[in-house]
Every structure is written in C-alpha cells, then in structure tokens.
C-alpha cells in the first residue's frame, strides 16, 4: 500500500470513528412555547405535533417529544427518550390552536457547526465542563421557531427559523384530532388569539454589547459567579474568582442576573436581579449593537441590599432578592 493510499485509509478510519462516536452520543430534545395566560388558559401559546423529526446526520432521525409543547420561552422541565447522532436540520409539522393553523418548519442547520456542537464541551470554568445534552425548540406566534443548544444548565440559540402555513390541512386535522374529546372548532372557539405575534419574542433576541461590572464597599468581599437569564432564552454562568467585572460581550438583555459572592467563612450569599422588561428595552432602544454600555451592580456593606446601575444611572427593577448562599467555589474562605 503506496503512503497515499495509507493516508485515505486511516483518515476513513477517524471519520468513521467519530461518526460513530456522535451516533452513539446521548442527548435529549425538548419543546417550549411562550408562558402567559388567557381566560383560564395558562399555555396559550401552546402547539401540538403531527410530526417532529429531527434530521440526523448518521441516518435514522430522532424525534421531538410526542404530545405538545410545554414550559416557558427557552425552557422546559420535560425531555424526550435519548436521542442520538448529530441533529443537522428539523421536518416538524404543528398545530397552533390559538392561530387556527397547521405550520410546517423544514430547516437544514449549519453542519460543521452542528458536528462541533456534539464533538465538544462547553467550558465555562477550570474544573468543570458541559457536554452537549440537547436541543430545545421553541414555537412563538406566527411560525417563528427559535432553536437552543443545551450544555447542562446553558442554553445558547442556534438560530431563528421560519415555519410556513399549510394551507390544505384537512387530512392533518383527522389525523391530529380523531383521539381528542374535543373538535377543532370548539379547540379554536377556546383558544383563538386573532393579534396573536411573534413581534416581542424577535424583540427579546437583539443583541447589543455590554459587561457587568461589580462595586462594593466591603474589601473583603470575594465575588465566584455570575449567572445570565436572558430574555430571548439563552442561559449562561461566567465564573470569575478575583474579577469584579466581565469582559465586554454581544449578548440578549438580562432579565434575571445572578451573583455569588462571600465576606467570611461565615457569610455566603446569593443575589438575583429581576429587571423590568419595560424598563430595560425602553433604555437600550436607541443603542446600537456594537456600542459599549456597562452594568454595574452595588452590593452594600452588609450585604442586604444590591442595586443595579446603567452607564452610572440607577436602573429601577422589579425585585431584588438575597439568600444566604451554600455553594463553596474554589478560593472560599
């Protein structure tokens, strides 16, 4: 065997192998929709699948779960069986009730980053890395479908995709309908939305560039995490021992931030900043994306209260809560 041919060979065999390695890789699928009640309906926005594959680079495709969506927007607490292989595009066929459409979403995702997406893990500190553990897929008004990669507790949006109407529905409606007590037209009568849109859930995705950055009057404080709840969905955890601030970034608007931080042995704590939605867009809508905006949060003296603060200005809030923290992080007192 000539030294080219040995070369195809073993690069047939590493291929191979990690296509192997992806086929027999573990992950779940989840779906969500926006959370918000009508009438005495919580889940409004709630979708139900006549069909959910999800395209598999391997071959044999790997499904949504069955049933409907559930959850809030970018998150739910119920997976599917294990999937398997690499997900590389998604043939879903839906009912929203509320819209009194069947849609269909056809979508191809990037490969090579969906071959990096399994191959990887997500290291967001020394000790500790997050392998791929799923995709989640969420269903908003108007055919708008946004997709999140998972690693453990992080979400980060792979895309937003356009699901299209499906105009000749009758043989979908027998089919998704034949086991259900009630019919379409009294489902549609309970739960028809007619201004329903998808206008807020693409507001939430702009990204604009800012850090966090942390003040105290305590020079013993020592601050471990800061953890991002965004409001387009995505959900990410910065550990920074001896740091006060992160480094500038393009991210979606926080509606929840979260800090540990510690002042003795003794005095562990955990803080959580619930923004007001109103508030913060209303302050970031003549920014541009690349412009450089700072968060700084003031944590007191006695660690009772935290305030939040845009460019220097006080930013009024919804809530602000402090725990006494348990979690020791490397560099705790």
Excluded at 66 to 71: A, W
């Amino acid at each position: 065997m000539d030294k080219l041919n040995k070369v195809l060979l073993v690069l047939i065999i590493t291929l191979n192998t990690s296509c192997q390695m992806r086929n027999n890789y573990e992950w779940q699928s989840y779906t969500c929709q926006p959370s918000q009640r009508h009438n005495d309906n919580i889940n409004i926005y709630r979708v139900e699948f006549v069909k959910g594959d999800i395209l598999i680079l391997e071959g044999k495709s790997a499904s949504l779960p069955i049933g409907g969506s559930s959850g809030t927007w970018g998150y739910t607490p119920s997976a599917w069986t294990p999937q398997h292989g690499t997900p590389i595009g998604a043939d879903v066929i839906y009912y929203a009730g509320y819209e009194r459409k069947f849609y269909h979403l056809k979508v191809d995702f990037p490969l090579e980053e969906m071959k990096r997406t399994v191959d990887t893990t997500y290291q967001y500190n020394d000790d500790t890395h997050e392998k791929f553990s799923g995709l989640n897929f969420g269903f908003a008004p108007q055919g708008m479908v946004v997709v999140w990669k998972q690693y453990g507790v992080f979400r980060l949006e792979l895309g937003r995709y356009q699901a299209v109407v499906i105009k000749d529905d009758k043989q979908l409606e027998e089919r998704l309908f034949r086991s259900w007590s009630m019919n379409r037209q009294e489902v549609e009568e309970r739960d028809f939305l007619p201004n329903a849109s998808c206008t807020k859930w693409d507001m939430y995705r702009q990204r604009y560039t800012f850090r966090l950055k942390m003040e105290n009057e305590n020079p013993a404080l020592r601050l471990f995490r800061y953890c991002f709840t965004n409001y387009n969905g995505e959900k990410d955890i910065i550990f920074m021992p001896q740091r006060p601030e992160t480094t500038y970034d393009n991210r979606a608007l926080p509606q929840i931030l979260e800090l540990d931080w510690e002042t003795s042995p003794d005095d562990r704590f955990r803080g959580n900043i619930f923004l007001n939605e109103k508030v913060i867009f209303e302050k970031f809508k003549n920014f541009k994306p690349d412009d450089k905006q700072e968060f700084e949060v003031k944590i007191s003296k006695d660690n009772r209260s935290l305030e939040l603060f845009l460019n220097h200005e006080q930013v009024e809030v919804d809530s602000v809560r402090i725990y006494e923290g348990s979690v020791m992080y490397e560099g705790s007192y």
